[in-house]
């Protein structure tokens, strides 16, 4: 391995290769592999000697569980065990990322729905004003403009009286609906 493999940074890709110019000697190397439950794939890369071309059978493998095996077979543990926290880090580094991303998204669209919420509060102000709403739906409206960007959760501890998180929405969607109904009769 030390004069005819190698093995890429396993940061950017993982790749083990051989590369034998005997193909009896790499059919073999191939076979003996492969009977100890490492099944590395095979290529034939032809490359220009002088004039002449040579072909040399390779043995590669992709999957870093493979890699790791046949590393930790030839004695060099401390780099199967180099790949295998590369493959740690980089799992954790997508976990946070994928977490991350979430909660930007449930972000995004709790501001979406605060900012459709308040717009629909404000054109209700405008065409009937706020004395028109029951109580209720009055102090939802006040606290929502009051606090555009609080989740519904924060929200609902701000009322005289705290409500559950499913009341608040059924409030706001009341307050929606409303604002729908105006809209409607407006163009009409």
Request: proline share 3%; glycine share 4%; charged share 30%.
């Amino acid at each position: 391995f030390a004069t005819c493999g190698s093995v890429t940074d396993p940061n950017k890709e993982y790749h083990l290769e051989i590369v034998l110019p005997d193909t009896g000697r790499a059919e073999s190397l191939h076979s003996f592999i492969t009977e100890h439950g490492m099944p590395v794939k095979t290529t034939v890369r032809n490359r220009r000697r002088s004039d002449m071309h040579s072909g040399s059978l390779v043995l590669y493998a992709k999957e870093s569980e493979l890699i790791e095996d046949f590393l930790t077979y030839i004695g060099a543990v401390n780099h199967s065990l180099e790949i295998m926290q590369v493959k740690i880090m980089k799992d954790f580094r997508n976990r946070v990322n994928r977490s991350v991303n979430c909660e930007s998204a449930n972000l995004d669209k709790t501001v979406a729905a605060a900012g459709k919420s308040v717009e629909d509060i404000e054109l209700i102000y405008r065409i009937k004003g706020a004395e028109w709403l029951s109580e209720e739906l009055r102090e939802t409206a006040e606290l929502r403009v009051e606090y555009p960007e609080m989740p519904l959760s924060e929200l609902c501890q701000q009322f005289r009286k705290p409500i559950s998180r499913s009341g608040l929405n059924h409030r706001l969607k009341k307050l929606s609906k409303i604002a729908e109904e105006l809209r409607s009769t407006d163009i009409s």
